[in-house]
């Protein structure tokens, strides 16, 4: 089982990245799929998430209006279309699937480190000035 996240790299303040995340010997099928970070120094935060059956989403105050996540249920993959990038986006960034019940949902205490496993290494996103 894993998941392997892609698509960082470096940005210009302003400019956009899109993230992947796919998962090998995971099916990502009727659970919820979240995007966390970690900055030098800080704790991993929820960035967004996304409820695969219903596609619902949701996104912290940090990045709402900015951020995209989205799924492609045929190839079990979720993306984090990120706009408008600025240097406190700079982190490593991380999906992972909820484990713990509700399994499905986004709704609840959706950003707890604890509910998710299967974490990846982490794609790094640096955003200059």
């Known amino acids: 089982v894993q998941v392997v996240e892609s698509g960082g790299g470096l940005a210009q303040a302003g400019e956009s990245r899109k993230l992947s995340c796919i998962g090998s010997g995971l099916s990502f099928d009727g659970v919820a799929m979240a995007w966390f970070r970690q900055a030098p120094g800080k704790e991993r935060e929820g960035v967004a998430c996304?409820?695969?059956?219903?596609?619902?989403?949701l996104y912290s105050d940090t990045v709402k209006g900015r951020f995209t996540i989205s799924r492609d249920t045929a190839n079990n993959t979720v993306y984090l279309q990120m706009n408008n990038l600025q240097p406190e986006d700079t982190a490593t960034y991380y999906c992972?699937?909820?484990?713990?019940?509700?399994?499905?949902?986004?709704?609840?205490?959706?950003?707890?480190?604890?509910?998710?496993?299967?974490w990846g290494q982490g794609t790094q996103v640096t955003v200059s000035s």
């Open positions: 992972a699937p909820r484990i713990h019940f509700p399994q499905g949902s986004c709704t609840t205490a959706w950003g707890m480190l604890a509910l998710y496993s299967y």
């Open positions: 996304i409820a695969w059956a219903e596609a619902t989403t």
